[in-house]
């Protein structure tokens, strides 16, 4: 089966995109995956991230669970400790 030339402008282009099979971008791929159930709220210096049931029950976190937050090149990197 021959590759196939495919504009991609959006997201639901890249999802229509066929499963199991390869896509070659010689280019690269620019994009910025957003999780559309993640809530953020700022609030007196606080950032407040509801996270999709899916994310909590991936990572296993329970309401006892500590984190260690760190900012660097415009990304929030938490670890749970």
């Not at 280019?27 to 996270?51: Q, T």
Request: aromatic residues 6%; proline residues 4%.
């Amino acid at each position: 089966m021959g590759m196939k030339k495919v504009k991609i402008e959006s997201a639901d282009d890249l999802e229509a995109l066929p499963e199991d099979e390869w896509v070659y971008c010689p280019e690269g791929l620019n994009a910025e995956f957003v999780h559309n159930d993640v809530d953020l709220e700022v609030k007196e210096n606080k950032l407040s991230i509801r996270l999709p049931e899916s994310v909590t029950k991936k990572l296993g976190l329970s309401k006892k669970d500590r984190f260690n937050a760190v900012y660097s090149g415009r990304k929030l990197i938490i670890e749970k400790v």
